[in-house]
């Protein structure tokens, strides 16, 4: 089995959302529960960007001694030394420095050519080079690179010394197999990479960024960069939970993860109570309804056994249990099931008059709670000696 090296940066391309910014203390908060979940490398932020970020990455930097700390820099030298002194004292610094390699990039946002990015990697790696050991490449925008460039950008990087070549599909634009086969271009094509990792960093504007860091894995990326909930810039990051669960469940790949999933819903709550964002129901792994069926046919099936609607044991995600909720397509198996949880057993006769009770229920409102099944369960015997009359 290889191991594959997860990077959260839920703290600075997360931390990007409009609304969501942490403070100091959450960010303090947050880093110690990645720690604990067993991330490698925790993004902690962009130390040039504001007096409060480098304050945060310096703390952060003191108070993590598991998992790499790693302060985001643009290639320019200023910004790197700034990186640097963020990180001085840290366990485990990693600078983490870059530029636009697109077409699209080099004319419109830096009105340069090829070679003087080269040039400018050149530098920027070797500078980051002279305070820290460990030093990650980003070609911004890398999904929409030439293969051929970027190798020659990768390649530029890993002679000035970079450790971990980023390859962000920072606009969200490819296509799985697409950024498969620039992973696989890269991993063929680039010399010296014996002590150099390869990196996904995905984005999600068509909804494609957990499959895109899967097939990048798959064809030779060993860390993925993503954050908790998938939170991040326009439709945001590859999620942490959908990658690590996806290795998890399918070990035919042969990769495994160092992420201690028992902890993940928890830390989906930390991080959408810590930013005030809410995580949609239907989100796979951490959402509410991600273990909740409410189908008649789903339920039946789950009563009998879990595995014919689940793929996941809750309990590896840290989730109490399935839940059987309660609609107007619910079934007698899900009543009878939920009533017994309430400590009321119901013989079959009681329960057909409890199930017509119900759905008269149940058509008014879209879901039963507790305060109707207490209802039910109180007033059995009423009802079915009206049921039976
Ligand atoms: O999406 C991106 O290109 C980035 C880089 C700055 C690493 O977040
Ligand atoms: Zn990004």
Do not use: W
């Not at 080269?118 to 929409?144: C, H």
């Not at 790949?253 to 930390?270: A, H, K, V």
């Amino acid at each position: 089995m290889t191991k594959i090296h997860i990077f959260d940066t839920t703290l600075r391309d997360g931390e990007q959302v409009p609304g969501c910014r942490l403070n100091k203390e959450q960010k303090l908060i947050l880093a110690t529960q990645l720690e604990k979940l067993g991330v490698d490398v925790i993004e902690a932020g962009f130390p040039v960007s504001s007096p409060g970020d480098f304050q945060s990455v310096r703390e952060l930097g003191q108070k993590i001694k598991k998992s790499t700390v790693c302060g985001l820099s643009r290639a320019v030298k200023n910004d790197i030394k700034v990186a640097a002194e963020a990180l001085e004292g840290c366990a485990r610094p990693r600078i983490h420095t870059g530029i636009g390699t697109s077409e699209n990039h080099i004319k419109y946002k830096f009105k340069s050519t090829e070679e003087q990015i080269l040039e400018r990697i050149k530098d920027a790696i070797s500078y980051a080079k002279s305070f820290v050991e460990d030093v990650e490449f980003y070609a911004e925008d890398a999904g929409r690179t030439r293969n051929e460039f970027l190798a020659r950008a990768c390649q530029t990087a890993i002679d000035a010394g970079a450790t971990v070549l980023n390859i962000p599909d920072t606009t969200g634009y490819c296509l799985p197999y697409e950024y498969g086969e620039k992973i696989a271009f890269l991993a063929a094509n680039l010399k010296g990479l014996q002590n150099v990792i390869i990196s996904t960093h995905c984005h999600n504007d068509l909804g494609l960024a957990t499959a895109n860091s899967i097939y990048g894995v798959i064809n030779g990326a060993r860390q993925i960069e993503c954050t908790i909930n998938g939170i991040g810039e326009r439709a945001g990051n590859t999620s942490l939970e959908e990658c690590v669960m996806t290795i998890k469940q399918h070990d035919e790949l042969g990769f495994y993860t160092d992420i201690n999933t028992p902890l993940l819903q928890e830390t989906s709550n930390m991080v959408s109570r810590e930013m005030g964002m809410i995580v949609q129901p239907n989100k796979a792994i951490v959402g509410s309804n991600a273990f909740a069926h409410s189908s008649g046919i789903h339920q039946d099936g789950v009563i009998k056994e879990r595995s014919t609607y689940e793929i996941i044991d809750p309990a590896e995600v840290g989730v109490d249990k399935s839940s059987i909720v309660l609609t107007a397509r619910s079934g007698r198996a899900a009543l009878a099931f939920r009533l017994k949880e309430f400590g009321c057993e119901v013989t079959k006769l009681e329960l057909d008059a409890l199930y017509e009770r119900f759905l008269q229920l149940a058509d008014e409102k879209k879901e039963i709670r507790e305060e109707e099944l207490t209802f039910l369960s109180e007033n059995k015997d009423s009802i079915y000696a009206e049921y039976s009359k």
